[in-house]
């Protein structure tokens, strides 16, 4: 006679109406787990494609100029002859220089560091 533990060992065939729930879970499992690979391969496609077309960096603010330790920006802003600076401002990386012409009339100029070049002149006129 067999002992009752080794026949609870035994696996007994399952029901069919049970057997088909099991298999409809399997599928259920197997299609949910293929929809989870599929859905982190776009996200990682999605992460490589900005990474590769990123827009390239912006210029550095003056802060951020490379310079040597314990050496100032130097650097040349050229104005017109016979120029007379009346007064300057520093916004960032940006310069405007409010000049008297030779002629007697006013011109602000406006200076980028980061770029060493003179970006904008206006004309003040009076009315």
Same mark, same amino acid.
Not at 2 to 31: C, H, N, T, Y
Not at 50 to 60: F, G, H, L, S, Y
């Given at each position: 006679? %067999?002992?009752? #533990?080794?026949?609870?060992?035994?696996?007994?065939?399952?029901?069919?109406?049970?057997?088909?729930?099991?298999?409809?879970?399997? $599928?259920?499992?197997?299609?949910?787990?293929?929809?989870?690979?599929?859905?982190?391969?776009?996200?990682?496609? %999605?992460?490589? *494609?900005? %990474?590769?077309?990123?827009?390239? %960096?912006?210029?550095?603010?003056?802060?951020?100029?490379?310079?040597?330790?314990?050496?100032?920006?130097?650097?040349? &802003?050229?104005?017109?002859?016979?120029?007379?600076? &009346?007064?300057?401002?520093?916004?960032?990386?940006?310069?405007? #220089?409010?000049?008297?012409?030779?002629?007697?009339?006013?011109? &602000?100029?406006? *200076?980028? &560091?980061?770029? $060493? $070049?003179?970006?904008? $002149?206006?004309?003040?006129?009076?009315?």
């Amino acid at each position: 006679m %067999a002992s009752p #533990i080794a026949e609870d060992d035994q696996e007994k065939p399952l029901d069919p109406e049970v057997e088909k729930v099991r298999r409809k879970l399997v $599928r259920f499992v197997g299609i949910n787990l293929g929809l989870l690979f599929l859905a982190l391969m776009v996200v990682i496609g %999605a992460l490589v *494609y900005k %990474a590769r077309n990123a827009p390239p %960096a912006t210029p550095p603010l003056a802060g951020d100029i490379q310079t040597p330790a314990g050496e100032p920006i130097s650097g040349d &802003i050229v104005l017109p002859v016979g120029a007379k600076v &009346i007064s300057q401002s520093l916004s960032g990386n940006r310069v405007s #220089i409010d000049a008297e012409l030779a002629d007697g009339s006013r011109t &602000i100029f406006v *200076y980028d &560091i980061t770029e $060493r $070049r003179v970006i904008g $002149r206006f004309a003040i006129r009076n009315k």
